[in-house]
């Protein structure tokens, strides 16, 4: 098998969150013997050794546009808070879809052709989570030149979607998109897949996320000199457990080393905040605590199975991991066996005190949990499942 892929981004050291599992599941394809190119929506294209890097047609224009994205945000009135009846655009993000679409959808048309004409053999085009307002007609034209099936892989189910308040830095992609222009919608959210069919997508697939078992694996770090550690950024949507599991327990374990790696976290208690040291610096922070916690935003939390990386990047590590209510958690980890839940502020600081004082139950858990992962959640078994969900349009 043969895919081109249009990925959000390729640059790791961009704020863009799914790009490490992007890294990932190309590399997983790859693996399993998937022949894969790989052309970025936002900044350079960038060679690996799991895939041909096929260049940005429109990388000025993307430069550009993140720019005056920015100072138009600034400038203009903030979105309307969306509502189940009320997904208003603000006035920076009409004006950017509305420039994208005269101006940088035509360049991915022809971008995408010329590929396609020179690789014959390529069996489908597959969108990564970029923004499907601002390329509305590109999939259209592609599958009527070229026949091939162009499916759309939404990772940030179900935050992305109209209905759901989104994040402040990101993009608003379905307002004016064309879902029924896809052959097939993918989501990492088993839940959402009910409010893309509403949306007006053909068919619908869920692909979780998983984690890379060679990536994210565990080192001897000698001591564990960390109690408990929360690896994040933002505060954003998980304000109330971050109180609950960091800011107040770090209170009431006073002799409990706490730590955080993030941004915008706000008031975190008495936990030290550790210096950002590159992506790769997570394992060796994972490693080094006794707990690790894992705080999902609210979107997520609530609508049932949307996965999200860190549960099995975590547990890939062989961490103890300590999660808060997560509808779905149960889908892909065994509560009490391979996580920890905790549902309150009171239950969180007696479960930390417990676990501090059981090496050997803590070292149980995180080696179950990363045999969990090796049997069921790799990049290789997602990338496998991928495949099938290609081969079905086929």
């Known amino acids: 098998m043969k895919l081109l892929f249009v990925v959000s981004s390729l640059d790791l050291t961009q704020p863009f969150s799914a790009t490490p599992a992007w890294w990932q599941l190309l590399k997983g394809l790859y693996e399993v013997g998937v022949e894969v190119l790989a052309t970025p929506y936002q900044g350079p294209a960038i060679e690996s050794l799991w895939w041909r890097a096929e260049p940005n047609p429109a990388k000025l224009y993307g430069d550009a546009f993140k720019l005056g994205r920015d100072l138009l945000q600034q400038v203009l009135p903030p979105s309307p808070t969306p509502s189940p009846v009320n997904d208003a655009e603000s006035l920076s993000d009409q004006f950017i879809r509305q420039t994208a679409q005269r101006l940088i959808a035509p360049l991915w048309i022809t971008h995408l052709d010329r590929i396609l004409t020179r690789h014959t053999d390529i069996d489908a085009l597959i969108f990564l989570t970029v923004p499907l307002n601002h390329l509305v007609g590109v999939a259209e034209a592609i599958q009527a030149k070229h026949g091939k099936p162009v499916l759309y892989y939404d990772g940030d189910v179900p935050a992305s979607l109209p209905n759901m308040r989104g994040f402040a830095s990101g993009f608003r992609i379905y307002q004016g998109a064309n879902l029924a222009e896809y052959s097939g919608f993918i989501s990492n959210s ?205």
């Open 190 to 394: 088993d839940g959402g897949r009910v409010l893309l069919d509403e949306l007006g997508a053909r068919r619908t697939h869920t692909l979780y996320y998983g984690a890379d078992p060679d990536v994210f694996s565990p080192i001897d770090v000698g001591q564990q000199d960390v109690d408990v550690l929360f690896y994040g950024h933002g505060r954003e949507y998980r304000s109330e457990w971050m109180d609950a599991m960091l800011a107040k327990p770090s209170h009431a374990l006073p002799d409990a080393r706490f730590a955080a790696r993030g941004t915008k976290l706000g008031d975190i208690g008495r936990t030290e905040s550790l210096p950002y040291l590159s992506f790769s610096k997570l394992r060796e922070y994972a490693c080094r605590s006794k707990i690790n916690l894992c705080i999902t935003r609210a979107a997520h939390a609530t609508m049932p199975r949307s996965s999200s990386s860190r549960p099995f990047e975590l547990s890939a590590m062989g961490c103890c991991v300590v999660a808060n209510p997560y509808d779905g958690l149960e889908t892909w980890f065994e509560p009490n066996r391979e996580v920890f839940v905790v549902q309150s502020a009171e239950e969180a600081i007696e479960r930390y005190r417990y676990l501090l004082a059981h090496d050997a139950e803590r070292r149980q858990v995180g080696e179950a949990a990363r045999r969990r992962v090796l049997a069921e959640h790799t990049f290789q078994q997602r990338a496998r499942q991928l495949c099938a969900i290609v081969r079905e349009y086929l």
